[in-house]
């Protein structure tokens, strides 16, 4: 950022980990763009019928809680929730506008 002479609040972090990529950039007030991986994606798909974002949130959350049982999730929940949710690098281009 100090290169391209840009702030926090002018960069956009994409990233598919939730408490990593996207707590990451919200805690440094920077926009957090969430592509969840393909996997998790179709588990919750065919777990829940019309699954919403908040299914695909709580499964990727579960999965890193017991992935990653060091990260104390409790502190960075208010962190957890992403700008917006992509399913695919095209849609970056819609955000833009």
């Given at each position: 950022m100090t290169?391209?002479?840009v702030s926090a609040e002018e960069t956009a972090v994409v990233g598919d980990f939730l408490s990593r990529d996207i707590a990451g950039a919200k805690r440094l007030q920077m926009a957090a763009i969430?592509?969840?991986?393909?996997?998790l994606i179709q588990q919750v798909s065919m777990s829940f019928?019309?699954?919403q974002q908040e299914?695909?949130?709580?499964?990727a959350r579960c999965e890193e809680e017991s992935m990653y049982p060091e990260v104390p999730f409790s502190i960075l929940e208010p962190f957890l929730q992403p700008d917006a949710i992509i399913k695919h690098v095209t849609e970056l281009l819609s955000l833009l506008t």
């Open positions: 290169a391209l002479n969430w592509k969840p991986k393909e996997p019928q019309g699954a299914d695909l949130l709580h499964a």
